[in-house]
């Protein structure tokens, strides 16, 4: 693709997803419904104005990691820490439940063989973080105590979609599953998990003493953005998704994250805010972007909406990819409402289901109906939460 026409494309996608996002929120549905709807209607399912590319892949992926290294910034650790028991416990019961259910379901009823029920249920397993946190975001509920088990669940679902997915990967080459390489990828991202902070940190306290030594903070945010690609990029080489290595580097950024026995690797207060006032607007332009791409990767022209076949199989599995994550937000102590919040946060499947959806195409395990299928459920579950979830808190705000 020639660069002339990158600008353009950019151009045009960034306008009507700003423009897209604030009508919708002027009439109370959530932005992130806009910017995706914008992907829809100027990719290959509507107009066909802008094809996917590597380039907007890029921006689409450093948008979502920047906008995961301001929530890791931003996250109550305190909290996070005393939700993790239900954080584990909503994470594996929303992970558990419909790859169990959705491979039952694909292999008894629908008679699928065992790879493609495999491959079912392991799609369904899938949240997007990404949808979840953007959307908590505009509602300013992250400092909620169920938006805390969320963030929590939607990084252990995240870790546990990539082990599943590596996992599925190996048997639909080998009908076996190696559990020795699986268990060795979940060793290599607990390490990770619990050693990058720490080195974050680390890393913080130099930037902090450099600035100080050189008398300015403009080099701040160069040097932090390098530090996120870094983390980014050591989190793939360990199996781990991009986005939670940017994540961990928050975390270790974060004024709330202090190493035991070691206080004084703490970062100045300044250079903390100095990242956090610099940040937001590439944070503002890239993180549109990502929500946007999430529409272009639909392809709505592959669904055959005349088939019966494919309304029951979409209704189905509709069902059980619904039903599956409100369970798992019955396991959090709290209001109904607030129980239905996490359930309804952690249904997106958005990118990341559409990951599985590709692959089961590309591999030959989902054939042209039961992707589209797949992609159908994929686009629902990912619009009807952020609306859900918007109604749910209006309704709460109307009430108080």
Not at 320 to 346: C, D, N, P, Q
Not at 368 to 395: E, G, M, Q
Request: hydrophobic share 60%; charged share 15%; net charge neutral.
């Amino acid at each position: 693709m020639e660069i002339h026409l990158i600008f353009l494309y950019l151009a045009i996608l960034l306008f009507f997803a700003r423009l897209t996002g604030d009508i919708f929120a002027k009439f109370g549905i959530p932005s992130v419904i806009g910017e995706i709807f914008v992907g829809i209607m100027l990719g290959q399912s509507v107009l066909g104005i802008i094809p996917l590319s590597d380039v907007m892949k890029l921006l689409a992926e450093l948008g979502i990691i920047l906008l995961l290294f301001h929530i890791g910034l931003e996250a109550d650790l305190k909290q996070l820490k005393e939700v993790g028991f239900s954080a584990a416990t909503v994470a594996i019961t929303g992970a558990l439940a419909p790859m169990v259910i959705g491979f039952l379901v694909s292999y008894y009823v629908f008679n699928f063989p065992t790879i493609t029920s495999l491959f079912i249920g392991g799609t369904l397993t899938a949240t997007s973080i990404g949808i979840t946190v953007r959307v908590l975001e505009d509602l300013d509920k992250m400092k909620e105590r169920f938006a805390q088990v969320v963030l929590g669940a939607a990084v252990l679902d995240d870790i546990f979609g990539v082990v599943v997915l590596a996992a599925l990967y190996e048997f639909s080459k080998t009908q076996e599953i190696n559990v020795n390489a699986t268990i060795l990828l979940v060793f290599y991202i607990g390490t990770f998990f619990l050693f990058a902070p720490i080195i974050g940190k680390i890393f913080a306290y130099f930037v902090s003493s450099l600035a100080k030594r050189l008398n300015t903070l403009d080099f701040v945010p160069p040097v932090v953005v390098a530090i996120i690609l870094l983390f980014a990029f050591a989190a793939h080489e360990i199996g781990s998704p991009e986005i939670l290595g940017a994540f961990t580097a928050g975390i270790a950024f974060s004024r709330r994250f202090t190493i035991p026995f070691a206080a004084a690797f703490q970062a100045d207060k300044a250079i903390i805010h100095k990242i956090e006032e610099s940040l937001k607007p590439l944070i503002w332009l890239f993180t549109p972007i990502f929500f946007v791409y999430v529409g272009l990767q639909l392809n709505l022209k592959a669904i055959d909406f005349t088939s019966g076949h494919f309304w029951l199989l979409s209704a189905v599995l509709f069902i059980v990819a619904l039903i599956t994550k409100l369970v798992a937000g019955l396991f959090v102590k709290g209001t109904m409402r607030e129980k239905l919040s996490v359930g309804f946060s952690m249904l997106p499947r958005g990118e990341v289901g559409l990951i599985f959806a590709e692959f089961g195409r590309l591999s030959g395990i989902y054939d042209h109906t039961l992707y589209a299928v797949i992609i159908f459920v994929v686009a629902l579950t990912t619009l009807l939460a952020p609306i859900v979830l918007k109604s749910l808190w209006k309704t709460e705000q109307t009430t108080t």
